[in-house]
C-alpha cells in the first residue's frame, strides 16, 4: 500500500504562483509514474500533469506553459510549480501514484485546496 500526502495548498491572487508537494511512503518500491489531478466545483476530476521515474512528463493543455511537475526520486516526493494561476485554477487537487507491481493500482491522496481569487 502506498500513502499520499498532499500539502501546499491555499489561497492565492490571480498570477500568482503556488508550490504543491506530495510525499509518498509505505510500499513505494518501483512507483512508475506520479501526477496531478483536480477537481473543481461541479466538475469531473481532470489530469493536470504526469511524471514517470525516468522524468517524462506530460501536461493538460489548460496547464501547459504555467505548471511544472517535477520529482525527487530519493525523497519519493513530487512537486508542481503552478505559476499564472487563474481563477479557473481553482480545484480540489489530488496527488497520484501509479504502481505496476504488487500491489499495483493506482493510489490516491486526501486533496489540497488552490483557490484563485482577488
Known amino acids: 500500500q502506498v500513502q499520499l500526502v498532499e500539502s501546499g495548498g491555499g489561497l492565492v491572487q490571480p498570477g500568482g504562483s503556488l508550490r504543491l508537494s506530495c510525499a509518498a511512503s509505505?510500499?513505494?518500491?518501483?512507483?512508475?509514474?506520479m501526477g496531478w489531478y483536480r477537481q473543481a466545483p461541479g466538475e469531473q476530476r481532470e489530469l493536470v500533469a504526469t511524471?514517470?521515474?525516468?522524468?517524462?512528463?506530460n501536461y493538460a493543455d489548460s496547464v501547459k506553459g504555467r505548471f511544472t511537475i517535477s520529482r525527487d526520486n530519493a525523497k519519493n516526493t513530487v512537486f508542481l510549480q503552478m505559476n499564472s494561476l487563474k481563477p479557473e485554477d481553482t480545484a480540489v487537487y489530488y496527488c497520484?501514484?501509479?504502481?505496476?507491481?504488487?500491489?499495483?493500482?493506482?493510489?490516491w491522496g486526501k486533496g489540497t485546496l488552490v483557490t484563485v481569487s482577488s
Open positions: 497520484n501514484a501509479r504502481k505496476l507491481t504488487f500491489p499495483s493500482g493506482d493510489y
Open positions: 509505505g510500499s513505494i518500491f518501483s512507483i512508475n509514474s
Open positions: 511524471i514517470t521515474s525516468g522524468g517524462s512528463t
